[in-house]
């Protein structure tokens, strides 16, 4: 296709006549996003006709109501996911993937209460402001300035609005079921620039079986990690015949040693806390799971064949090493950069070892230097080794007029580079062919997403709304057929 990537004069007059209608829609914008945020759209138990609960049904009926408002045609979805389109007599070239689903409120919150957003310093506080509630409604905002300017489009755009993003994307599932994507799609739902590769996932499970060792003193069990995508904040060690006071020095050591906090938290039992990372940037963590592996071999215990098989689990992922070396699969590409490895899930019995890790893996990973070297490795040190999940990479050539497109508009709203990012997660558009991640947060900002006072930046929804407003204008403006620069 051809895209027009200029930026001559009447383009600009566009541009000036939709920054102004949106710097005259702020307190709208802020006042949409604060009710759009009031409803608590945390995943919920299905019900007929409300697939993911109350919260994210409610919250899909608002935004769909408010598209409705401001002069889309919409559609429901049977409740997993609804859409709006700019005009549905148009034939639908672009997709813009946003979701209305939060994540649990979580503790620690200090400016509000998550689902009661403040305004403060110039910015919202609350959950969803910045995922992915503000950014939806930035997206509408750029439909709305396009229509209120009268700016013709000769392709349409359809804002698709999801309710499961933040629990594994069954919504768009079944809604591409039903629907082709479009030639194009961005998800407002992760930073700008614009993200074009997301890593693929190798999920492994190590395991093995053993007698149990009767001789005292011994460990009973070792847990470690909630999630396999993040990296243990916390192990609990539980003992039998173990001298606590033994176990003090090798505790402080251990400490030292590895960055980690030790505590005696029961009669015959440890607790070692680190410090949690997601599994897609592991080096940012403290793995409590491995250090507590070390304790064990530094504690009196008798011999036996469980320590020994928590010994070589060590040496297959080394404490703080997280690049996959241990497991031989350590590889990186210019495009895609570094693999990364984490072991998440530990699980240790008086007769079982189980160990689950999650890797990130680059472009270049393939079945030959990856898969079945992990196993070989795993194997070799005494483990069954088996494949938990194996989702290949994503990417969008850096080179495509898309892409180009999009951050062509990026640069001449923001006046900053534009420049495509490779990331370990997975984003929203990740099996699309011709999905990328294109905002809203401005680079350089930690909008605590997921965490306690998520908050966005006022000035940011703007920016973010006038980019999107660009980028609908350059990928489907109506203004004749123009040339790819
Ligand atoms: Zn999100």
């Known amino acids: 296709m051809e895209i027009d990537n200029s930026d001559n004069s009447s383009r600009r007059g566009l541009r000036k006549d939709a920054e102004e209608w949106i710097d005259a829609h702020r307190d709208e914008l802020v006042r949409d996003i604060i009710d759009f945020c009031a409803i608590p759209s945390v995943k919920g138990s299905y019900e007929q006709g409300k697939p993911f609960g109350d919260g994210p049904f409610d919250a899909l009926n608002y935004a769909l109501r408010l598209c409705e408002k401001y002069g889309f045609s919409i559609q429901n979805y049977s409740g997993y996911v609804g859409a709006a389109d700019f005009d549905p007599a148009l034939p639908r070239t672009l997709d813009i993937l946003a979701h209305a689903d939060v994540v649990p409120a979580g503790e ?25 509630k503000g950014p939806m409604l930035c997206a509408l905002f750029a439909m709305r300035a396009i229509k209120a300017c009268g700016i013709p489009l000769s392709k349409g755009v359809r804002l698709i609005i999801g309710t499961d993003e933040e629990c594994g994307s069954s919504d768009i599932r079944k809604y591409y ?20 590769i997301e ?40 003992f039998e015949g173990l001298p606590m006071q033994e176990a003090e020095e090798p505790m402080r050591e251990l400490e030292k040693l590895c960055g980690v906090r030790c505590e005696i938290s029961g009669e015959q039992e440890i607790t070692v806390y680190g410090e949690s990372a997601h599994a897609s940037t592991p080096e940012g963590g403290k793995n409590a799971g491995l250090a507590a592996l070390i304790l064990c071999g530094k504690l009196p215990l008798s011999p036996s064949e469980q320590l020994e098989a928590c010994e070589k689990v060590l040496e297959l992922f080394p404490y703080g090493v997280t690049d996959g070396s241990g497991l031989r699969i350590a590889m990186e590409d210019a495009e895609s950069h ?4 984490t072991l998440d899930l530990f699980s240790v019995s008086e007769t079982q070892a189980e160990f689950q890790f999650d890797s990130r893996t680059p472009l270049m990973a393939s079945e030959e230097n990856c898969y079945n070297v992990a196993k070989e490795s795993a194997q070799s040190a005494g483990f069954s080794f088996s494949i938990g999940r194996k989702v290949p990479p994503h990417r969008v050539s850096a080179d495509s007029p898309f892409v180009r497109t999009l951050l062509s508009a990026y640069e001449a709203v923001t006046g900053l580079k534009g420049e495509c990012l490779a990331i370990g997660g997975g984003t929203y558009v990740h099996d699309l062919e011709n999905g990328v991640a294109f905002g809203a947060i401005l680079p350089g900002i930690d909008t605590r997403m997921h965490g306690a006072d998520e908050f966005i ?24 057929p123009a040339k790819d620069r």
Not at 338 to 341: F, K, N, Q, T, V
Not at 457 to 479: F, H, P, W
Request: charge should be negative.
């Open 108 to 132: 620690g919150w200090t400016v509000t209460e998550p689902f009661k957003v403040v305004e403060k310093d110039g910015r919202l506080y609350g959950r969803g402001t910045s995922d992915d």
């Open 338 to 341: 570094a693999l990364s490895c």
């Open 457 to 480: 930046d006022i000035d940011n929804l703007l920016t973010a709304t006038k980019v999107y407003t660009e980028a609908i204008i350059r990928l489907c403006g109506g203004e004749g």
């Open 177 to 196: 079921l039903e629907e082709q994507p479009a030639e194009m799609t961005f998800s407002p739902d992760a930073e700008f620039p614009l993200i074009n």
């Open 199 to 238: 890593k693929g996932q190798f999920h492994g499970i190590l395991s093995r079986d053993f007698e149990e060792n009767a001789a005292l003193p011994r460990l009973l069990s070792m847990e470690a990690g909630i999630a396999l995508n993040a990296v243990p904040q916390k192990a609990v060690l539980r």
